[in-house]
């Protein structure tokens, strides 16, 4: 089945420093790609997306490119801040048919925290 | 304003009853879903549901319930054959079920069962 796997957190960094958090996912066909973001005690936010190979998503300084050959959708950032602070998830939506369809599979979370 | 509402943000239950927790959204979306959070994991998939009066199993099904009686609404019912039912519920919503769309989430509710 699907499946995404994210790398291990937290992640603590220093405001204005570089951040990446790799993402390697498990799909048939074609799966649409996702980055949410959860600040604390609040629900899930879309950070970017990416729908086919090679795309590139973006927001607020973020971003993440669709490479098929290694399925991976990795997330950077060339600095961050304090602001930034939160859990951040990548996800997949299936392009398998049946009930399958479109179903949001995610990662296990990775947690971010920025010290000023 | 759109967006979706969860009620209440924290639940107190005793083992053995059943609670409902609600979900309602004015996105006018057709697709609505709701997730299970535990602490170090990702959000698994409980019940999803597309159109009006139909829903399918998620991943963890078993110990939950829907119903999907509104468009704008989709309540969960975690009953007491859920073994572990503490955890922190989502629920989401889509324009359709539709892959490339993006889901739009509640706030959540925390659900602590003792």
């Known amino acids: 089945g699907d499946s995404v796997t994210q790398m291990e957190g937290p992640v603590t960094l220093s405001e204005e420093a570089f951040l990446t958090i790799n993402c390697t996912y498990t799909?048939?066909?074609?799966?649409?790609l996702f980055w949410y973001v959860q600040y604390p005690g609040e629900g899930l936010q879309l950070l970017l997306k990416a729908t086919k190979a090679d795309d590139k998503g973006s927001n607020k300084g973020f971003e993440a490119t669709y490479r098929k050959e290694t399925t991976s959708f990795h997330l950077e950032k060339g600095s961050v801040q304090v602001s930034d602070s939160a859990v951040y998830f990548c996800?997949?939506?299936?392009?398998?048919?049946?009930?399958?369809?479109?179903?949001?599979?995610f990662g296990q979370g990775t947690i971010l925290t920025v010290h000023p | 304003d759109g967006g979706i509402t969860q009620s209440p943000k924290y639940l107190f239950r005793k083992e053995g009853q059943n609670v409902t927790l609600s979900c309602e959204q004015n996105l006018n979306h057709d697709a609505m879903y709701w997730y299970r959070q535990d602490p170090g994991q990702g959000l698994r998939l409980i019940y999803y549901?597309?159109?009006?009066?139909?829903?399918q199993k998620g991943d963890i099904a078993e110990g939950y319930s829907v119903s999907r009686e509104k468009k704008e609404s989709f309540p969960l019912t975690v009953t007491s054959a859920q073994k572990n039912p503490t955890a922190f519920y989502l629920c989401?919503?889509?324009?359709?079920?539709?892959?490339?769309?993006?889901?739009?989430f509640g706030p959540g509710t925390r659900l602590t069962v003792t």
């Open positions: 799909a048939t066909g074609y799966p649409s």
């Open positions: 989401a919503s889509r324009v359709s079920h539709d892959r490339d769309y993006e889901q739009y």
């Open positions: 549901s597309q159109i009006v009066n139909d829903f």
């Open positions: 996800a997949l939506t299936s392009n398998a048919g049946g009930t399958s369809y479109g179903k949001l599979t």
